[in-house]
């Protein structure tokens, strides 16, 4: 019981990191569609961050706090034109 309960806290954590890099707001579901497709996808961004995990031997945290290092450069190349 408490492993499941510890999953639960996993999943719900992975949903909140995945939610906050989106910037989105709470969003609250009553049709059960709906309830079923956020269920199916924090699960899914569970499996992604435990096959991320084990694919890199390292925790989500470590590897999550590398990807914030990255940055979006521009890389432009001008090629001289010769009279030749």
């Known amino acids: ?9 996993r999943v719900e954590e992975a949903w909140r990191t995945m939610k906050r890099g989106l ?8 049709a059960p569609h709906r309830i079923h497709a ?10 992604l961050e435990r096959t991320i995990e084990h ?3 390292d925790t989500w945290r470590n ?5 914030k290092r990255i ?8 090629t001289a034109v ?3």
């Open 1 to 9: 019981m408490a492993l499941g309960y510890k999953q639960q806290q």
């Open 23 to 30: 910037k989105m707001r709470p969003v609250f579901h009553w």
């Open 38 to 47: 956020h269920i199916a996808i924090t699960v899914l961004s569970l499996l």
């Open 55 to 57: 694919a890199c031997q």
């Open 63 to 67: 590897i999550r706090d590398d990807l």
């Open 71 to 78: 940055q979006l450069a521009l890389l432009s190349s001008l």
């Open 82 to 84: 010769s009279g030749r």
